[in-house]
Structure formats: C-alpha cells, structure tokens
C-alpha cells in the first residue's frame, strides 16, 4: 500500500445530532452574539409545520428574536432570489441567519452570508463566470450562521460549498469559501419524519453519491474512505427502511449522519466528481431535481467509465458488500453498480429519465456537460458523455 499524501483536514462547523436538538438553537445564537435573527426557508417547508416547530422553541426562550421570516426559496438556489433575500436582511438589520430547509435553501443562504460578508449587492460580482473560489484569501464573514436541515442528502449544513443556479445564463455555478458553512449545524430527525418517500429516497441517493465519489477520487485518502465507507453502508441499510417508513427514528436519525459524513469526505476528495458533472448540466437544463439527476446517473456512470472506479473499486466493493473472490476489477465495477441498481429497485427510483431525448437533445445536454464548472478541474473523455447520456435518457 502506498504512502498517503500530503492533506489537511478542516471542518468549521460544530455539529449537534439527535431528536429535539433543536431546543439549543436559541441559545446558540446567543452565544454568538445575535438577537435579531433571519429565518430562510421554503415554502414546504414553512407548509409543512416545521417552521413552527423551531418558533415555538426560539419564542418560549425568549432570548433572540426573530425579526421576518423569508420563504421564497425554490427548488435550487436561484441567484436572483438570494440577491432579494440579502437586499431584506440588510433592510432588517439582521445580526444572524438561520437556515431552514433542503440543500437550496442551505446553499442560498450561504450565497447571502457571502454577499453581506463580501458586501456585494449581486452575487454575480462574487461569482464571475459562476465560479466564486474563495480558499487562501478568505476571511470570517462576520454574520452568525446556524443550519438547520430537513432532508438527508446534500450535507449542506456543514459543507463550504454551495451550488447556484444562475437561471440568466441556464447554468449551475459553484461558490466556495471557507466561512460560508455554518457555526452550528443542528440535524434533528424529528422535523425529517414528514418528507414524502420520493423526496427522501432522492435525497438519499444525492448523499450516496458525495460517498462514492469521494471513494473514487484521484484524491481520495484513507480517512475519506473512513468516512465514505461508513456512510455508503449507512445508506444502503437505512435508506429503504426510511423510504417504507418515514417515522422511522433510528432510519431517520442514521441518513442525516451518513449524509453529514458523505459531504465531509466528498469536500475533502477534491471536487473531482463525474456524476456531479452530468447531474449539474442535465439538473439545469432540464429542471430535473438534483437528487433525483444523482440517482438516476450514479449506475449508469459507473458502467459508462468504468475506468475511472477500477483504482478503488476494492473500498467500493467493501463499502457495498460485494463478494470479491474470483472476480476482476472490472467484475467488481459491474457488481457496485448493480447494487446501486438494486438499491434503485427498493426505493422506488426510475433507472432513466422521464424526458426522450432526440439527437438534437443530446448534442445540447453534451455542450452542457462538457462545459459545467464541476467538469474543469477533471474533463470527461467525450465517449464517456455521449454513452452516459444515451443510457439515461430513452430516445424520442
């Protein structure tokens, strides 16, 4: 076995777990210092009596104040909108943001901690050509931030990244920066046991694929297949029993920590991340949700470019409970994404895309993939898209 590489493990965000956490929410922002606090959500989830859940906590404590509660939010973090949400902040003088939701509203809500920390009134002039990387020059963004989250699948709460979708140019851009990732991530299964079964098996899927991605990178190491691993066997297990049965708190409870720790490894892999470079594209253009565009590409990635799994495939083959003996590599490769078929099969999720493709569809989607920002720093070989997006897509 080879010397691991130089690398560094950095995590800002504190991280408390368990039914109820959400009772310390109050008092950690009074630590911090604030006490006129924004709430940012969505719509469901404001429908969805979660919302009320975390009122009732923070008005019987008595010792911050909500000053408004935003719940324009949509399905992806939409640029315009976190420009209208930091222009109100500022309006309302907020001294802290507390964000509820799924990975849009995590992920916008850390575009407007950038914006007030950066000063900037239109999150395009921190993200020039959708790329906002901010690593050796970044600096504290002054704004206590805590995360709350309601699905287990994108790992926002904790991740410093966030993916926008600039619906001007039609294209999913990426900001990184280390101080946008919340002080406090608060996962609590209880205001997750509403989530309908396809949300939740989507979700899934998106934390499944941080951990097999971070496992096959280049750039992967043994304590990213620590976590990995673990997450990856977490998921496969607990993944359909939460699919089946959404009051389940053990399953509940055991997807938003494999979710945690799937974005951890996934962060630390070095963004080298084909599925993600197909889900962005086709996600963007066709307004396909991110989680389900993961499900649906994991598989058919794997078999597509088999090539780029065979470094790691024995840590998938374990992490999957892939029997070994006697089989190649590329054997191996086939049997993890047959089990990602599998898993597909028990949760309820489509193997393809609802929308046919035509020959003009196809030509569209391979400009997009082959020009998304998740692409730059690792290029898909040209076969590679065509055949991936010819196996996911049924023909028109």
């Not at 191996?332 to 569809?361: E, H, I, M, Y």
């Amino acid at each position: 076995m080879a010397t691991p590489k130089y690398f560094n493990w950095e995590y800002y965000s504190k991280l408390e777990v368990g039914s109820g956490c959400r009772t310390f929410i109050p008092q950690r922002f009074q630590q911090m210092g604030s006490r006129r606090i924004a709430l940012i959500t969505d719509p469901g989830i404001r429908q969805a009596g979660i919302v009320d859940k975390i009122m009732d906590v923070i008005e019987a404590q008595n010792v911050v104040k909500v000053v408004g509660i935003y719940d324009k939010i949509q399905q992806d973090a939409l640029m315009g909108i976190i420009n209208d949400c930091a222009r109100w902040c500022r309006e309302l003088a907020v001294d802290g943001l507390l964000a509820v939701g799924g990975g849009s509203v995590l992920d916008s809500v850390k575009g407007v901690k950038a914006m007030i920390g950066l000063k900037a009134t239109d999150i395009r002039h921190i993200m020039p050509n959708n790329l906002g990387l901010y690593k050796d020059i970044a600096q504290p963004l002054g704004i206590p931030h805590i995360a709350v989250a309601t699905t287990a699948g994108t790992g926002s709460e904790t991740s410093t990244g966030a993916v926008i979708f600039n619906e001007f140019d039609k294209v999913k851009g990426v900001l990184q920066h280390p101080f946008t990732a919340a002080e406090y991530a608060f996962l609590d299964p209880d205001l997750t046991v509403g989530l309908p079964p396809h949300l939740t098996a989507f979700t899934g899927f998106d934390a499944l694929c941080h951990a097999v991605e971070a496992v096959a990178s280049p750039e992967t190491n043994c304590m990213i297949d620590a976590f990995s691993i673990q997450a990856i066997k977490l998921i496969d297990e607990f993944l359909p029993i939460a699919v089946q049965d959404g009051k389940n708190l053990e399953a509940r409870t055991k997807m938003l920590i494999a979710s945690n720790m799937a974005i951890m490894s996934f962060v630390m892999a070095g963004g080298i991340c084909p599925i993600h470079n197909f889900a962005h594209a086709v996600g963007a253009h066709l307004r396909i949700p991110h989680g389900e565009a993961n499900a649906v590409l994991m598989p058919v990635v794997m078999e597509s470019f088999p090539a780029f799994y065979l470094p790691h495939v024995d840590v998938l083959a374990d992490a999957f409970g892939v029997k070994k003996e006697g089989k190649s590599s590329q054997e191996l490769v086939a049997d993890c994404a047959q089990a990602l078929r599998d898993l597909q099969t028990k949760c309820g999720v489509n193997s393809k895309f609802t929308p046919k493709l035509d020959a003009k569809g196809l030509e569209t989607l391979f400009a997009l993939v082959k020009s998304d920002p998740a692409g730059f720093k690792f290029p898909l070989p040209d076969d590679v898209v065509k055949a991936t997006l010819e196996a996911s897509f049924n023909k028109a």
